[in-house]
């Protein structure tokens, strides 16, 4: 298996550095308000590499353009224009629909310039993509740590899930979208590993189309804070596909533009619904308090009194709500909720849903360079039962007295 070339990834981290610096330099910005104006430029350059394709290679967002309309006064008017346009008609879920870019033409021209003969979708697509995620920790610390998960974690996670080829992998808390990227590096070097007449077999035209299928059909990502949903978008896109990516509150059925999230939850009379792979470092220490949602829950309100439940709890139902029978889950979450007394009940839940293949305790400073105090945390590694072992289970603890809720 050919290995990356790491001379060429640091390269080209080191390239969207110094457009980062030259953003927050330029506008004296500060490294978060910096780097989303970065994501932005980013898209418009995606946008522009599609608009290309369309219409024989011509350039809407040259240097010469802007310096056109600058002449009238219209240089800023003209590139959120082409901004606006791109929004709507190439990626519509990545920003708002009012989003504007917030660059001093000066600015914008010197980072055009250093981007002119940069291209995201030609050449070696992989190392680009490899580059741009091992950029982002850098800048995610500084006012993005929290949506970080050390690649050290997400590494770790993704190999002892043994991602295959086949799986529907979810992220519902997906921050920068770092296990999704690592699921998919996975899924694509397996495919290198195939034989060259398999794609023929399979009614496949070629190896791309086949990655252009998984990264349509079976990478799904959530995340509820808009610049995280949106850094991971952009992530993706960085290896070939941001479009499955949704902001939203991920416990409930609808995503923030009202659409029910794909895959659905699991549902043995729809076919596609579900996924067999979730891999989830969700946020802990909040509570959810919308009754619409605890109510869909059976560790929130739907067969007890509660006004509120943490967050971390109710995940884990909703991994398992999501999972194919068989399916795997590997959460961060904290200790406790696999000691404490008082969290019994939610260790029976567990037990009646889902084997429990591993827990894997975390060191205590596992998260202290994403700004998050030390907390003893764990990976829970689960596999849901298949409807048979359920049976089963329900019959062999029949009688026994349940731990309240």
Known sequence: LKLPNQEQIKDFRRYFRGIHNLIRDGDKLDPSAAFDELSKVLFLKFAEEEWKKISKNVNMLSIEKIEEYELLGKGTNYVNDWFEKAIKEFYPEVFEANAKINLRVDTLKSVLGRMENFSLRNGDVDIKGRAFEEFLPTQLRKGLGQYFTPRTVVNFMVDLAEVSIYDVVVDFACGSGGFLIKAYDEMR?????????????????????????????????????????????????MWGDGKRVVRGNSLSLNDSDGNEYQPSEYDKAKPNSGCTLILANPPFGSKEKEQAILSRYVLGSKLSQRKTQQTEILFLEKGLKLLRPEGKMLIVIPLGLLSNEREQYLRDYINSEAEIRAVIELPTHTFVQSGVPTIKTCVLYLQKYTEEKRSLYIESTKGMKPVEI
């Open 189 to 237: 070097q397996l495919t290198e590993k195939l034989p060259s007449g398999m794609w023929q077999r399979l009614g496949i035209k070629t190896k791309e189309d086949f990655l252009d299928d998984i990264k349509g059909n079976q990478i799904y990502g959530i995340d509820a804070e808009p610049r995280a949903a949106r850094t991971a978008k952009i992530n993706m896109m």
